[in-house]
């Protein structure tokens, strides 16, 4: 073989290896994007909970599904939001959470977009899901004004990203309970290209970054937690999981010191992976979000003022 039959042979190889990358970068791009969609896997009355089947439209028109939960007893104006994580659903958290209804809070999930019961084909793991919560905000509001005297957020994964971003641009919202909360979506990305995909960082990562944004037409890294965070004023509870794979124990503990919360507390369930906190924590687990609530919702506060705009939807 002559040396310019070699050189040939080399540039050959080097562009059908780059070739090669950038394509699997584009396939893998829509494992973020397209998540498998998960199944309703509880629904309220299998724990005799009362409960209203809603619909109403994001902000963006994708048609979304949800659940309220009146609380159990007396009438209450305290509402608990809640945002389900990535390839995840409502009923994920539900059955995790579901006692907080007994203690007097009313309970409010939803399926983001692209996820259980709601329409949608593409998720973005924070950019469009807060288009979402605000559309979940405005229901609230329109339809049930005498429950939105004390309003909170619970997020997990990229639902504590999304809750992380409304806490910061809705004063409204009394504290936000923030679980397995990852620190940007271009770390949490690379988390999990690595740990779920065995992909490196360079050159797979951005290029899978890229292709995603090219998608969404938009950039998600702004809605990161790491940048509304320093916003955030109200009570935050973080709750985080020390084998949390997808969030490490540095990246956990900078985003709560980068919070701007004075009120701002951060408990690790040991012995818990990413989004297991409740299973692993048990009873220490729904005490410590009990307590979190009852501590910083007001018992008998004013209903809240809808926002400007807010349209009165019907239920499912």
């Known amino acids: 073989m002559t040396a310019q039959e070699i050189f040939y042979w080399l540039l050959f190889s080097l562009l059908a290896i780059s070739a090669g990358t950038v394509w699997l970068a584009y396939l893998k791009s829509f494992s973020i994007i397209q998540p498998a969609r998960m199944k309703i896997s509880h629904l309220p009355d299998q724990f005799r909970l009362a409960y209203e089947p809603v619909i109403f439209p994001s902000t963006d028109g994708v048609a979304l599904r949800g659940w309220f939960i009146p609380a159990e007893g007396e009438a209450s104006s305290r509402t608990i939001v809640f945002c389900h994580g990535w390839g ?10 579901h006692f907080l209804a007994a203690l007097g809070f009313n309970l409010f999930y939803f399926d983001f977009r692209a996820s259980g019961e709601s329409a949608g084909s593409a998720a973005s793991v924070g950019y469009l899901e807060t288009r979402d919560l605000e559309a979940a905000f405005a229901w609230l509001h329109a339809n049930r004004p005498e429950a939105c005297g ?5 997020g997990l994964s990229m639902g504590a990203s999304v809750a992380m971003w409304g806490a ?3 004063p409204e919202v009394k504290c936000l309970l923030a679980e397995n909360i990852f620190l940007s979506y271009t770390r949490v990305v690379a988390n999990w290209g690595w740990r779920r995909l065995k992909v490196p960082f360079y050159p797979l990562i951005p290029m899978i970054l890229f292709f995603v944004r090219l998608k969404l037409g938009a950039d998600p890294e702004p809605y990161s937690p790491v940048h509304t965070a320093p916003a955030v004023k109200q009570p935050v509870l973080f709750i985080q999981g020390d ?4 969030v490490p124990q540095p990246e956990a503990r900078a985003l709560y010191e980068a919070c701007g919360s004075t009120e701002k507390s951060l408990w690790t369930v040991t012995g818990a992976g990413h989004a297991k906190c409740a299973e692993v924590g048990g009873e220490a687990y729904r005490r410590k979000v009990a307590e979190f609530f009852q501590a910083h919702l007001p018992t008998d506060p004013e209903p809240a003022e809808p926002p400007p705009g807010a349209v009165k939807t019907v239920g499912a």
């Open 150 to 154: 004390g309003l909170a957020l619970f």
């Open 168 to 170: 910061s641009r809705r």
């Open 243 to 246: 084998h949390d794979e997808l």
């Open 88 to 97: 995840s659903n409502k009923s994920d958290l539900m059955k995790d959470t």
